[in-house]
C-alpha cells in the first residue's frame, strides 16, 4: 500500500459520522447578501455587510408609508416598461457620498436634509452594480424573481411621486438591513420590483391602446368658446367717456348673425334666441371663406348716433374738424340778414299742462335675473 492509499483511507475515517459542510441553496436573499457586498467593494471600495434581508409583497398603496424621511428615491426601469424602486436611506446616501469624497465612512452623525441630484448621481453607479450582481447571483435559483434588465432611470423627489410613476400591480420589496463603513453605521435600503413580469403587447395592440388613450385624454380636455354678439369701434376718448347707464345700440339682424369663437377663431356661426323661456344660440355652420366676409355689419362702428347717456362722447363732438378739401364748394350763402324776419309763431300752447304720471315700479337692471320675458328674442323651434 502506498502513502497516497493510506492518506486516502486516514480521511475517510476522520469524515466518518461527520455531517455534511452546511451550504445553503442559492436563495434570492442570499443572492442579494452577496450582490451588495460585492458592488460595493468593487465600485467604491465600501465595506459593506449585509444584517438582514426580508422579502414581502406589497401594493402600490403601501409604498409611500413605507419609505423612511429623506431617503434618495432612484426609479428603476426595466424591460417592457415596468419600472421599480431603490430607496436608499440617509444613513446609506452619506455612507456613500463620504466614502467617494472622504475615503472612508465618518463617525459623526449624518445631516438631516433631502437628497440631491449630486447625492443621486453619485449613488446610481452603485445601484446599477448592485442590480447587475443581484441579476447574475438569483439566475442560479431553481424559480427565480423577475429583476433582470432594470438600471437607474431618473430621481423622484417626493414619495409621494410613486403613486403617479407605478402601475396599481402587486409588487416585490425586499427590505435590506445593513452596516456601512469599518464604523458600523447602520443603514436600510429597499429594492421594489413588479411581482410578476408584464406581458409584452403587439405593436397593434399598442397602436390602438395609445390611440384610444390619446382620444380620451383629448375628448376629456376643457374646450372654452366665446359668443360674440356684435362689435363696435370706438376712439380712446370715446372709451374713457363710456359711463354706467349709456345705452350702446345694437342692430336686430347681429341676432342672426352671432358668433362662436375659440382662440379668437371663428369655429361657427349662430342665431340668437330662446328656448323654454332661456337665452340660447342655434349653432350655424360657417361656409369656407365666411370668417373674410364678415364685412362692417358687423364689426364696423355702426351707426354710434343712438348712443345715449348722462355724458355725450368728446371725440365724437367734434367732426367739424373732419371737413376736407375733397368737399364741392356749395357757393356764396347770401347773409341772414338779408333773408328777412321770419314772422311770429305766437304762443305755443301748454304741453298737457301739470306733471308727468308715475312710470310704477321698474324692474331692476340686474345681472340677467330680473329681466321680464324675453317676448323680442325669436323662438328657437
Given at each position: 500500500?502506498?502513502?497516497?492509499?493510506?492518506?486516502?483511507?486516514?480521511?475517510?475515517?476522520?469524515?466518518?459520522?461527520?455531517?455534511?459542510?452546511?451550504v445553503?441553496?442559492?436563495?434570492p436573499?442570499?443572492?442579494?447578501r452577496?450582490?451588495?457586498?460585492?458592488?460595493?467593494?468593487?465600485?467604491?471600495?465600501?465595506?459593506?455587510?449585509?444584517?438582514?434581508v426580508?422579502?414581502?409583497?406589497?401594493?402600490i398603496?403601501?409604498?409611500?408609508?413605507?419609505v423612511?424621511?429623506?431617503?434618495?428615491?432612484?426609479?428603476l426601469?426595466?424591460p417592457n416598461?415596468a419600472?421599480?424602486?431603490?430607496?436608499?436611506?440617509?444613513n446609506?446616501?452619506?455612507?456613500?457620498?463620504?466614502?467617494?469624497?472622504?475615503?472612508k465612512?465618518?463617525?459623526?452623525?449624518?445631516?438631516?436634509r433631502p437628497?440631491?441630484?449630486?447625492?443621486?448621481?453619485?449613488?446610481s453607479?452603485?445601484?446599477?452594480?448592485?442590480l447587475?450582481?443581484f441579476?447574475?447571483?438569483?439566475?442560479?435559483?431553481?424559480?427565480?424573481p423577475?429583476?433582470?434588465?432594470?438600471?437607474?432611470?431618473?430621481?423622484?423627489?417626493?414619495?409621494?411621486?410613486?403613486?403617479?410613476a407605478?402601475d396599481?400591480?402587486?409588487?416585490?420589496?425586499y427590505?435590506?438591513?445593513?452596516?456601512?463603513?469599518?464604523?458600523g453605521?447602520?443603514g436600510?435600503?429597499?429594492?421594489?420590483?413588479?411581482?410578476?413580469?408584464p406581458?409584452?403587447?403587439?405593436?397593434?395592440?399598442?397602436?390602438?391602446?395609445?390611440?384610444s388613450?390619446?382620444?380620451?385624454?383629448?375628448?376629456?380636455?376643457?374646450a372654452?368658446l366665446?359668443?360674440v354678439?356684435?362689435?363696435?369701434?370706438?376712439?380712446?376718448?370715446?372709451v374713457t367717456?363710456?359711463?354706467e347707464?349709456?345705452?350702446?345700440?345694437?342692430?336686430r339682424?347681429?341676432?342672426?348673425?352671432?358668433?362662436?369663437?375659440?382662440?379668437?377663431?371663428?369655429?361657427?356661426?349662430?342665431?340668437?334666441?330662446?328656448?323654454?323661456g332661456?337665452r340660447?344660440?342655434?349653432v350655424?355652420?360657417?361656409?369656407?371663406g365666411?370668417?373674410?366676409?364678415?364685412?362692417?355689419?358687423m364689426?364696423?362702428?355702426?351707426?354710434m348716433?343712438?348712443?345715449?347717456?348722462?355724458?355725450?362722447?368728446?371725440?365724437l363732438s367734434?367732426?367739424g374738424?373732419?371737413?376736407?378739401?375733397?368737399?364741392p364748394?356749395?357757393?356764396g350763402?347770401?347773409?341772414?340778414g338779408?333773408?328777412?324776419?321770419?314772422?311770429?309763431m305766437?304762443?305755443?300752447?301748454?304741453?298737457?299742462?301739470?306733471?308727468?304720471?308715475?312710470?310704477?315700479?321698474?324692474?331692476?337692471?340686474g345681472?340677467?335675473?330680473g329681466f321680464?320675458?324675453?317676448?323680442?328674442?325669436?323662438?328657437?323651434?
Open positions: 500500500m502506498s502513502d497516497a492509499d493510506i492518506i486516502s483511507a486516514m480521511r475517510r475515517k476522520a469524515g466518518v459520522g461527520r455531517p455534511p459542510p452546511d445553503q441553496p442559492m436563495s436573499a442570499k443572492a442579494l452577496l450582490a451588495m457586498a460585492k458592488a460595493a467593494e468593487d465600485t467604491i471600495g465600501l465595506v459593506l455587510q449585509v444584517l438582514d426580508t422579502e414581502e409583497r406589497s401594493a398603496s403601501r409604498l409611500p408609508g413605507q423612511p424621511d429623506n431617503a434618495l428615491l432612484s426609479l426601469e426595466g416598461n419600472y421599480g424602486l431603490a430607496v436608499w436611506d440617509k446609506a446616501v452619506s455612507a456613500i457620498v463620504e466614502q467617494q469624497t472622504t475615503g465612512v465618518l463617525n459623526l452623525p449624518p445631516e438631516d437628497p440631491t441630484a449630486t447625492d443621486a448621481v453619485m449613488c453607479e452603485l445601484c446599477n452594480r448592485v447587475r450582481q441579476e447574475t447571483h438569483v439566475a442560479e435559483v431553481a424559480d427565480p423577475e429583476v433582470a434588465g432594470f438600471h437607474v432611470a431618473a430621481q423622484l423627489r417626493e414619495a409621494r411621486s410613486i403613486a403617479i407605478f396599481d400591480v402587486p409588487y416585490r420589496l427590505r435590506v438591513s445593513v452596516k456601512l463603513g469599518r464604523g453605521r447602520e436600510e435600503v429597499f429594492f421594489v420590483f413588479p411581482y410578476a413580469a406581458k409584452p403587447k403587439t405593436m397593434d395592440e399598442g397602436a390602438g391602446d395609445f390611440s388613450t390619446f382620444q380620451n385624454v383629448v375628448l376629456k380636455s376643457e372654452r366665446d359668443t354678439l356684435h362689435r363696435v369701434r370706438l376712439t380712446l376718448a370715446d367717456s363710456l359711463t347707464g349709456m345705452m350702446i345700440p345694437i342692430p339682424e347681429a341676432l342672426s348673425r352671432v358668433e362662436l369663437r375659440a382662440d379668437d377663431r371663428l369655429v361657427s356661426r349662430a342665431r340668437l334666441g330662446q328656448i323654454n332661456k340660447a344660440v342655434r350655424v355652420l360657417c361656409v369656407e365666411d370668417e373674410e366676409d364678415l364685412g362692417d355689419d364689426f364696423g362702428a355702426g351707426d348716433g343712438g348712443l345715449s347717456g348722462p355724458s355725450d362722447f368728446p371725440a367734434g367732426m374738424d373732419m371737413a376736407g378739401d375733397d368737399l364748394d356749395i357757393g350763402l347770401p347773409p341772414l338779408a333773408m328777412g324776419d321770419f314772422p311770429a305766437g304762443d305755443l300752447p301748454p304741453l298737457g299742462g301739470g306733471d308727468l304720471p308715475p312710470l310704477g315700479d321698474l324692474p331692476p337692471l345681472d340677467g335675473e321680464p320675458a324675453m317676448g323680442d328674442l325669436p323662438p328657437l323651434e
